[in-house]
């Protein structure tokens, strides 16, 4: 009489979340962003092992998306650097 309570979900594919910044932009692997937490400066998204990350480009440090998702916005704790 177990009713699956402890079943793994089998479609564990790359997060459905939009990866989006404080401003409403879009953003995607590649792009270099501000990271307003941990101290990381500008970063670079990559993608490793279907998640996403941000590597600090000083110091090559790397913090999971998910730990930069600002609780009241449910945005990316990031400003997206504009080339222009």
Do not use: H, P
């Not at 307003?36 to 996403?52: F, H, M, Q, S, V």
């Not at 000083?58 to 704790?77: F, L, P, Y």
């Amino acid at each position: 009489m177990f009713f699956n309570i402890f079943k793994r979900r089998k479609d564990r594919s790359i997060q459905k979340a939009q990866l989006i910044d404080l401003e409403g932009n879009e953003i995607k692997e590649g792009d270099i962003v501000e990271s307003l937490r941990y101290d990381l400066g500008a970063c670079k998204i990559i993608l490793e092992n279907e998640t996403y990350y941000y590597q600090s480009l000083e110091s090559g440090e790397r913090v999971s998306w998910t730990r930069m998702i600002d609780a009241a916005t449910e945005k990316q704790k990031v400003k997206l650097q504009k080339n222009d």
